[in-house]
């Protein structure tokens, strides 16, 4: 049996974060691969939507001179024949600051030929703000129980 | 071929939403389920983690009197025998403040002889948040192309 291209991907990914090899991931991408990443953008550049393997390299390249992945856990996962999705916690340090980060994302990967086509990821981007800034963000109470 | 449960349950929640009507939803979920909506509770108090199907219900409740669902679109989806995840966008009012509110959010539903048995939500948050208090938050910026 054939091993899932999510774990492949997953692989890649993480080393091109963390030991900075982008070759592994590079071969791992479709040319025309769709990319969003769904948060603050203008508190990190490296979300929004991208097209196209070389742009989507930049991206990782950008988080891999930002963070380090210190951990990683898989809270919820579906898998398809070319296709995945999960829910991850991940324990992360800043480089710049050398905090510790925790932050709860989701994604949607759609592979073909064993590579990335289509990558959709959702961040829990209020709790990344405020760990980002470094002071909690004063919220008035919108919705209380009745 | 019998419907999946992600349709049954996904019409009988937006009706609870809508119309207030919780009995449909209410018979589509288990009496032990597991259920949590990541983003900030210090906002939505109906936001977090909660065990059994009268937690939930008084979840669905407190959501019914602060939104409405104008529209929702699903932007990714998978399904299992058992289980179903997906990525939507939603079109919502705020009943307090007649606002539009457009958010993202991801959920992993597993379900059990029909009945929901764990539910797990991630909320595009920060751009929630902005929405909801009406204000863009001032960010830092932090990651920025080198």
């Known amino acids: 049996m054939t091993e899932h291209s999510l774990w492949r991907f997953s692989r890649?990914?993480?080393r091109a974060i963390n030991e900075r090899q982008i070759a592994d991931v590079a071969a791992l991408i479709d040319d025309d691969v769709e990319w969003a990443i769904y948060g603050p953008i203008d508190l990190f550049s490296f979300f929004g939507a991208r097209q196209g393997k070389d742009a989507v390299l930049e991206v990782i390249r950008q988080m891999a001179e930002n963070f380090r992945v210190r951990r990683f856990d898989r809270?919820?996962?579906m898998l398809g024949v070319d296709s995945a999705a999960s829910m991850?916690?991940?324990s992360l340090t800043s480089l710049d600051s050398s905090k510790p980060i925790s932050v709860r994302i989701a994604h949607f990967?759609?592979?073909r030929g064993g590579?990335?086509?289509r990558f959709r990821v959702l961040v829990d981007?209020?709790?990344l703000v405020e760990q980002t800034v470094g002071y909690p963000i004063h919220l008035p109470r919108i919705?209380?129980?009745q």
Chains 1, 2 share one sequence.
């Open 12 to 14: 890649a990914f993480h």
């Open 75 to 77: 809270e919820s996962i």
């Open 88 to 90: 991850m916690r991940y």
């Open 109 to 111: 990967a759609q592979f």
């Open 115 to 117: 590579l990335l086509t």
């Open 125 to 127: 981007s209020f709790d």
């Open 143 to 145: 919705a209380v129980a």
